[in-house]
């Protein structure tokens, strides 16, 4: 089970949040691509001082997305990174075509997400939310989202043995 980790990074407390989850998915037995492990930029380009772009970003986002089957995507905070929400669409997406990718898996650990829930208000952007709930759901902790993509791993197994006889 490949697992792309979606979330904000423009911070020490994401990156060091998002570091903490993959390091308890890969425990788990699960192979986790998180952008900011890999950077944007290649070592020639790094070296040769050529600035990252927007499409260096989208360039190396996308291969990561696509090349996994399930994305965890961090909606934490008042609201959802938008490249969050633009890396659950594009899952979304080619999950139409590819019986491979499981679903989608929103991780709200955000006090004020469940407040809003309690007080009957979506704790996310309605569509976004819709986007997530069609292919998956929110979890409310790594444990949840762990039990999820094990159980999504052993249908890829079985969906793989029976493509091989």
């Not at 905070?77 to 929103?106: N, R």
């Not at 069609?134 to 762990?146: H, L, R, Y």
């Amino acid at each position: 089970m490949k697992v792309y980790c979606a979330g904000p990074l423009f911070t020490p407390y994401h990156r060091a949040f998002t570091a903490r989850n993959a390091k308890r998915l890969r425990e788990a037995g699960i192979i986790c691509y998180v952008p900011h492990e890999r950077g944007v930029i290649s070592r020639s380009d790094a070296a040769a001082g050529r600035p990252v772009t927007a499409e260096d970003i989208f360039d190396t986002d996308y291969e990561m997305v696509n090349g996994v089957n399930a994305i965890v995507a961090l909606l934490d905070d008042a609201d959802v990174s938008s490249g969050t929400a633009c890396e659950v669409g594009i899952f979304y997406g080619l999950m139409q075509a590819d019986p491979l990718k499981k679903g989608i898996l929103g991780l709200l650990t955000d006090a004020r997400g469940e407040r809003r829930k309690r007080a009957g208000v979506n704790p996310i952007n309605g569509f976004l939310l819709g986007c997530i709930e069609k292919a998956g759901k929110v979890c409310s902790s790594i444990e949840e989202v762990i039990e999820q993509l094990l159980v999504w791993s052993e249908e890829l197994k079985k969906e793989e043995s029976g493509r091989k006889r």
